[in-house]
């Protein structure tokens, strides 16, 4: 027993933050293992949902005997008779139970059971006069006494990084943060699902590597103590699937966690999970094809619906979705005709428009940036947020990739794009480099920028540039932000809402 805890300061030193509410909860605990109860058993076997019940009430007898397992979240107590409800994963329930139904020794452990604990009840079905679906308890059992109070009802827990702290209690207090993470699981699978059926291979690749490649982004490092060795968390598994390619997987995809070392905000945290595939003989254009159709798949499947209502705006996410070109939106925002102008009128156009200044701000110097790194900036800055329903932008500058194709029509494009909506970036793809020597090329450029100082710059990673010497066929490839798509289907405004356990300050 715990008889030393009832003394709040004997108890402060194993639970720095308790209070005279937990002291009477551990009375309360003791006195059950005092009458020969153990208030946390091993198992309650054969229960049914309380969604299950409800639902075919109509067809089930006044007779049939249910047992259903949950939290109490609701408890009142009048002399002979008390009723509760009980929350399990699937919904809620109202108890009754009387001291005539299970006896005066049963009835005597109501008084040492409070909102909070987790039971086991069995019984029979009825309605009360109220009309509501109710289970009358015929025996209890206590399946794990809880010491701490609940949040306060009606409030639940307002602070957000409380919330994010002490999620399994917003669970508990929240029902739709609980439904958020279900549908997560259900969108997840959905996705596979959509996936092996149109024959895609799913793989692992490594978290752990001795190089990063596949992403601009700073890594996180560690160290492999057996090995003496410093090694990379993963930032995307590009290079990898693309080995995987080579080796005759022609069609190819993976969930991965990736960790990327740099800033959180809404949509951006340094721990992430992504989606990526790619296909042989197939390029961009494939791809946006894929993406739309996989993402109306998944919120039909999850929502029964390709429309969602994101702060306070319509969003229908079926396919087809629009395509803009990126140096289309350029000029239609800024008046700027960047696909045609070189590099010296585009900074004249800017300063006379006095354009980018907040771009500037942040380190952006418009005379030594490339023409591509201009048209990114000016696109981020006054394009992004327009894109509000599902958009595909299409045909970025050549510099803003090099594990990309030249496009087949404009020499200083390449054939990527980035799906939008509501102003938030969904994903990235490309029709797939396989010209080897230019791949070569490429990332001996990154690796330079990268021992230039520059970061976010990868590597050079010559087991994957063997394996494209040795030939990987015409391919799309795309890249979509699981957590992004989750705060879509759910509502959520921020990714820390989607995350279950994202990181808190100590």
Request: charged share 25%; net charge negative; proline share 4%.
């Given at each position: 027993?715990?008889k030393?805890?009832?003394?709040?300061?004997?108890?402060k030193?194993?639970?720095?933050?308790?209070?005279?509410?937990?002291?009477?909860?551990?009375?309360?605990?003791?006195?059950?293992?005092?009458?020969g109860?153990?208030?946390?058993?091993?198992?309650?076997?054969?229960?049914?949902?309380?969604?299950?019940?409800i639902?075919?009430?109509?067809?089930?007898?006044?007779?049939?005997?249910?047992?259903?397992?949950?939290?109490?979240?609701?408890?009142?107590?009048?002399?002979?008779?008390?009723?509760?409800?009980?929350?399990?994963?699937?919904?809620?329930?109202?108890?009754?139970?009387?001291?005539?139904?299970?006896?005066?020794e049963?009835?005597?452990?109501?008084?040492?059971?409070?909102?909070?604990?987790?039971?086991?009840?069995?019984?029979?079905?009825f309605?009360?006069?109220?009309?509501?679906?109710?289970?009358?308890?015929?025996?209890?059992?206590?399946?794990?006494?809880?010491?701490?109070?609940?949040?306060?009802?009606?409030?639940?827990?307002?602070?957000?990084?409380?919330?994010?702290?002490?999620?399994?209690l917003?669970?508990?207090m929240n029902?739709?943060?609980?439904?958020?993470?279900?549908?997560?699981?259900?969108?997840?699978?959905?996705?596979?699902?959509?996936?092996?059926?149109?024959?895609?291979?799913?793989?692992?690749?490594?978290?752990?590597?001795?190089?990063?490649?596949?992403?601009e982004?700073?890594p996180?490092?560690?160290?492999?103590?057996?090995?003496?060795?410093?090694?990379?968390?993963?930032?995307?598994?590009?290079?990898?699937?693309?080995?995987?390619?080579?080796?005759?997987?022609?069609?190819?995809?993976?969930?991965?966690?990736s960790?990327?070392?740099?800033?959180?905000d809404?949509?951006?945290?340094?721990?992430?999970?992504?989606?990526?595939?790619?296909?042989?003989?197939?390029?961009?254009?494939?791809?946006?094809?894929?993406?739309e159709?996989?993402?109306?798949?998944?919120?039909?499947?999850?929502?029964?619906?390709?429309?969602?209502?994101?702060?306070?705006?319509?969003i229908?996410?079926?396919?087809?979705?629009?395509r803009e070109?990126?140096?289309?939106?350029?000029?239609?925002?800024?008046?700027?005709?960047?696909?045609?102008?070189?590099k010296?009128?585009?900074?004249?156009?800017?300063?006379?428009?006095?354009?980018?200044?907040?771009?500037?701000?942040?380190?952006?110097?418009?005379?030594?940036?490339?023409?591509?790194?201009?048209?990114?900036?000016?696109?981020?800055?006054?394009?992004v947020?327009?894109?509000?329903?599902?958009?595909?932008?299409?045909?970025?500058?050549?510099?803003?990739?090099?594990?990309?194709?030249?496009?087949?029509?404009n020499?200083?494009?390449?054939?990527?794009?980035?799906?939008?909506?509501?102003?938030i970036?969904?994903?990235?793809?490309?029709?797939?480099?396989n010209?080897?020597?230019?791949?070569?090329?490429?990332?001996?450029e990154?690796?330079?920028?990268?021992?230039?100082?520059?970061?976010?710059?990868?590597?050079?990673?010559?087991?994957?540039?063997?394996?494209?010497?040795?030939?990987?066929?015409?391919?799309?490839?795309?890249?979509?932000?699981?957590?992004?798509?989750?705060?879509?289907?759910t509502?959520?405004?921020?990714?820390?809402?989607?995350?279950?356990?994202?990181?808190?300050?100590?």
């Open positions: 027993m715990y030393n805890y009832t003394e709040i300061n004997a108890l030193e194993i639970m720095p933050d308790a209070n005279e509410v937990i002291v009477e909860k551990i009375k309360k605990l003791n006195l059950l293992i005092e009458r109860i153990n208030p946390y058993p091993y198992s309650y076997n054969n229960v049914t949902h309380s969604s299950f019940i639902d075919n009430f109509n067809t089930v007898s006044g007779e049939d005997t249910f047992r259903v397992a949950g939290r109490i979240m609701f408890l009142r107590r009048m002399g002979n008779a008390t009723f509760l409800n009980i929350k399990d994963q699937s919904g809620n329930i109202q108890i009754f139970v009387s001291k005539s139904n299970i006896g005066i049963k009835y005597s452990l109501i008084k040492l059971i409070d909102v909070g604990d987790l039971i086991g009840v069995q019984g029979t079905v309605k009360t006069k109220t009309e509501e679906i109710t289970l009358r308890m015929a025996d209890l059992t206590i399946l794990s006494k809880a010491i701490r109070p609940l949040p306060e009802k009606f409030h639940g827990i307002q602070d957000i990084d409380l919330r994010q702290r002490h999620r399994s917003d669970m508990i029902n739709d943060v609980k439904e958020r993470f279900i549908n997560r699981s259900k969108a997840i699978s959905a996705l596979r699902e959509f996936m092996n059926e149109k024959e895609f291979i799913e793989v692992a690749t490594p978290i752990l590597d001795t190089k990063y490649g596949g992403g982004a700073k996180f490092t560690t160290k492999v103590n057996s090995m003496n060795t410093e090694v990379y968390m993963n930032v995307s598994p590009e290079l990898y699937l693309k080995r995987l390619m080579v080796g005759g997987i022609e069609r190819v995809y993976t969930i991965a966690r960790f990327r070392n740099e800033g959180i809404k949509t951006h945290y340094p721990e992430f999970t992504l989606f990526e595939c790619y296909m042989a003989y197939v390029d961009y254009n494939d791809m946006m094809n894929l993406m159709n996989l993402f109306e798949y998944v919120f039909n499947k999850v929502n029964e619906t390709s429309k969602v209502v994101y702060d306070g705006t319509e229908d996410f079926k396919a087809p979705w629009k070109k990126m140096c289309d939106l350029v000029r239609n925002h800024t008046g700027i005709d960047v696909e045609v102008l070189g010296e009128i585009i900074v004249d156009s800017i300063k006379e428009k006095g354009l980018l200044k907040t771009s500037q701000d942040e380190g952006l110097n418009i005379i030594e940036a490339s023409k591509g790194e201009l048209i990114i900036a000016l696109f981020d800055e006054y394009c947020q327009d894109l509000i329903q599902p958009t595909f932008v299409i045909d970025f500058p050549m510099d803003s990739s090099p594990l990309c194709k030249i496009h087949r029509d020499p200083e494009l390449i054939e990527r794009f980035e799906p939008y909506a509501y102003g970036e969904l994903g990235n793809a490309y029709s797939e480099l010209d080897s020597l230019r791949q070569r090329v490429l990332l001996n990154q690796a330079n920028k990268l021992r230039a100082g520059l970061a976010t710059a990868s590597p050079m990673d010559e087991e994957f540039a063997v394996a494209i010497d040795t030939g990987m066929p015409p391919a799309g490839g795309l890249g979509i932000g699981i957590d992004r798509m989750i705060m879509f289907l509502g959520a405004t921020s990714i820390k809402e989607v995350i279950a356990f994202p990181l808190v300050k100590r």
